[in-house]
């Protein structure tokens, strides 16, 4: 898979925001780290990208967030299109964390409703229609999902000792009240104080308007929808903030046209970067480059393995948006590296990070289990292996359980595995050195297998066919 980007604002509206925020920050007095506003800490980090509305967002929400001002509270929607959360949705999960670990309460909104319709944000063309049932499921998904990340970071990440109040977090499900809603009584009391040239004017909606395909009433209504939740988390729960993605910006300014004019309080957005790979594709289901946060999906091996594989020219940015480490020990990790490059120091520590905060500290464990018997053909590190670990690191291996026979050979194995063909060409496959078990290289076809040696302690046998060709012997009454 092409390594992630992060993708640039690439607008002048952001640059303003941006420069209006580093003069904010310029023209405060100097004070600690820790004393310093959650907005200018993430935007020293680049993890907060821009604020909406451009004008008052530097006095009142600056203001708002201030240490020593009560908390608030600050949402992120997360549709149910897919039953696992992936890398692309991680960044806005961040944004929450550093809202909980600045104090403030936080809801981390799953769209069991919102995911019938699809967002059109971002694409040429409508999503298929997921039943309800499915999108039940979905969200299921997604809420335990959501619930493992903020469990992860409370027990993993969040010093206990400290003092400091760790905000509230509540997982809520838009299905529960947007399937209660009278359709009449949406468009009376929501709908009709949304403009359509408004709507219309969004880059998106005109995107697909010019299309071939067009654009479906459901998918216009899509905007109304999300901003109809805003209104019910500040009605319900003095929701004032709503976080999303470079991409929701949108939806984002519809949902604060909609609280304002029906309640006057003033609300907020703030957008983090997507998540692109090389070719500037943002990472996603719908894209089809996925790396998903649920285990049995994407393994921590698979997940630690792609953020250890980023390029020194975006790891600095990753450890800054991905991790919770303080700037100046992301500084010295960036000063190491220099000095011994070879190392992959913070590349390590990056995947080390977020396979931790993903999959707890037995899926980290797990992750570099998997790459010291894969890459490094450690046979401790095979032999401490699970099963459900072997059949993740080796998804495309057949996998076959077998009783180990008295004076069962190199050979009897390699048949019963259906890994090598009858006859003199699977025999000379051996002796040619074609074969290995446990990364040690068998070439005497009539060889007694040997419990320790051919068979691990765990019961596991790894045999390879060529370079490439694995197959994972389970052996059963040893």
């Known amino acids: 898979m092409a390594a992630p980007m992060v993708m640039g604002v690439g607008c002048r509206r ?12 310029h023209h405060q007095p100097q004070r600690a780290p820790a004393a310093k506003g ?81 967002d059109p944000s971002g694409r040429t063309k409508e999503r298929e229609p997921l039943s309800e049932e499915l999108v039940r499921e979905h969200a299921l998904g997604l809420r335990e999902g959501l619930r493992r990340l903020f469990d992860s970071h409370r027990l993993l990440f969040w010093p206990a000792a400290g003092g400091a109040r760790l905000g509230e977090v509540m997982l809520q499900d838009n299905a529960w009240w947007l399937g209660r809603e009278p359709v009449l009584g949406f468009l009376c009391g929501v709908a009709g104080r949304l403009r359509m040239g408004t709507l219309l004017s969004r880059q998106s909606c005109q995107a697909r308007l010019h299309s071939a395909e067009g654009m479906s009433l459901a998918e216009f209504l899509y905007p109304a929808l999300q901003a109809y939740d805003f209104l019910h988390l500040h009605r319900h729960h003095d929701c004032r903030i709503q976080l999303g993605g470079a991409d929701q910006m949108g939806n984002i300014m519809s949902g604060y046209e909609l609280v304002t004019k029906v309640t006057g309080k003033d609300v907020f957005g703030i957008t983090v970067p997507l998540i692109t790979s090389t070719t500037g594709d943002k990472l996603g289901k719908s894209a089809g480059n996925a790396v998903w946060l649920n285990r049995d999906k994407t393994s921590p091996f698979e997940l630690y393995q792609f953020f250890v594989r980023q ?82 690191l080796f998804r495309e291996a057949p996998f076959a359980e077998l009783l180990l026979e008295p004076g069962m050979s190199v050979l009897d194995l390699c048949h019963k595995a259906n890994a090598i063909p009858d006859g003199p060409s699977g025999y000379r496959k051996i002796t040619d050195g074609g074969v290995s078990i446990n990364y040690i290289q068998v070439t005497n076809p009539e060889t007694v297998l040997v419990i320790g040696q051919h068979i691990l302690k765990n019961g596991v046998s790894l045999l390879r066919i060529g370079k490439k060709n694995f197959y994972i012997i389970k052996w059963l009454q040893l």
């Open 38 to 118: 959650l907005l200018a800490a993430q935007w020293e980090r680049g993890l907060f990208q821009e604020m909406f509305p451009a004008q008052g967002s530097e006095e009142g929400l600056l203001a708002l967030l201030e240490p020593g001002q009560p908390p608030q509270t600050v949402y992120c929607g997360f549709d149910a299109t897919a039953d696992s959360l992936h890398v692309g949705h991680l960044l806005t999960v961040m944004g929450l964390l550093h809202f909980q670990r600045a104090g403030h309460n936080v809801i981390a909104l799953v769209g069991g409703a919102t995911a019938r319709l699809g």
């Open 14 to 25: 952001a640059a303003v925001l941006c420069g209006g925020l580093s003069r904010w920050i």
């Open 311 to 392: 390029p020194d020219s975006t790891v600095e940015r990753y450890l800054k948006l991905f991790t919770f480490l303080p700037l100046p020990e992301i500084e010295h990790v960036m000063e190491m590296h220099a000095k011994e490059p070879e190392k992959w120091g913070p590349q390590k520590r990056l995947a080390a990070e977020v396979t931790k905060l993903v999959h707890g500290k037995e899926g980290l464990e797990s992750a570099k289990r998997c790459t010291k018997a894969l890459y490094y053909s450690n046979v401790e590190a095979l032999e401490a292996m699970s099963d459900q670990e072997l059949q993740e």
